[in-house]
């Protein structure tokens, strides 16, 4: 078998693995398993179980290691909604870096966007709160964490509700809803050729 890289548009609530996975209550957790037929291939990288969106799917070790060391600083752009507006001087603050966990982060791109961006509703839907606004940011990363956009905007005062990784450098979630997934197309698969 070739390689093969696969693009999957993750929902909310699914882990991002294969084997399976038992609740408390002995229930069974949806896992990648259930959307991907495809044997043999790993997720380059992770996506929490309350986050959504783009995963790259491969069975090339290689790319998987090389995208996913911070050493090599492969873009991951985030669609990020939070509790009340960021102010000026926070969104500076993550774009400089902020201490989580005893680490500073890498400097990172953080735009406020003017308006919620389209995406297909979350079920569950976040809690809403009449009293506490919420804004959607942009934020591009070069490092991946475990949580760390969550523990960056919760440091800034700002806690996330919704998480949706829209990019991974070029590659995107554009043309996917969740659950779907599709192979990647010769000129993306020549962009990863590109940058491993």
Avoid: C
């Amino acid at each position: 078998m070739g390689d093969r890289f696969l693009l999957f548009y993750k929902p909310y609530d699914v882990l991002s693995q294969f084997s399976e996975a038992v609740l408390p209550d002995g229930r069974q957790h949806r896992t990648l398993k259930a959307f991907i037929p495809i044997p043999d291939v790993y997720p380059v990288g992770r996506l929490d179980r309350d986050s959504e969106g783009l995963m790259l799917l491969t069975n090339n070790g290689y790319l998987q290691h090389r995208l996913t060391d911070p050493r090599f600083e492969h873009p991951r752009t985030y669609w990020v909604q939070v509790e009340r507006v960021p102010t000026p001087e926070s969104l500076q603050q993550l774009r400089q870096g902020v201490v989580i966990q005893n680490y500073r982060t890498r400097p990172a791109q953080v735009k406020l966007l003017e308006s919620a961006p389209d995406l297909p509703p979350r079920d569950p839907p976040i809690r809403f709160r009449k009293s506490v606004p919420t804004a959607w940011l942009e934020m591009t990363l070069t490092e991946g964490k475990n949580r760390q956009v969550r523990r960056m905007t919760a440091a800034v005062g700002f806690p996330t509700l919704r998480l949706i990784r829209v990019a991974i450098g070029q590659l995107s979630l554009a043309g996917l809803s969740p659950g779907d997934w599709r192979d990647l197309s010769a000129t993306e698969v020549s962009w990863l050729d590109r940058n491993q």
